[in-house]
């Protein structure tokens, strides 16, 4: 598997978490909301892919959205990029499914 490939499928794989925790925990849904309104603040408004986060958030429901972080689609891909989730996972969620990618690329070798 090619190092692209890998990162795209581990971001998925992140972002789905990311989606079952929100489902658990739906206050979670002001973490993303927060990171682009601090992001908006700082950077005295936001990238082109922010922005899209700022419309998506705007216009889509929940559940839409969290189609979105779960698909294989291009356009999932490119705004996982520059993703607003961070924080919903904690350390120990990120590490093991990191830990996972690796050894699948350690049984690979």
Known sequence: MNMQRRSDERSIAL???VAEKLRRNPALWDIPRKNLERWKQLQD?????????DDIFRQ????QILALLGS????????RS???FTGILNEDERKKIF???SMKQDHKV
Request: glycine letters at 4%.
């Open 15 to 17: 972002h789905q978490e």
């Open 45 to 53: 408004g936001l990238s082109r892919a922010l922005e899209e986060w």
């Open 60 to 63: 889509k429901n929940k559940e």
């Open 72 to 79: 294989d689609s291009e356009e999932a891909i490119r705004l």
């Open 82 to 84: 520059s993703s607003p």
């Open 99 to 101: 830990e996972s990618f």
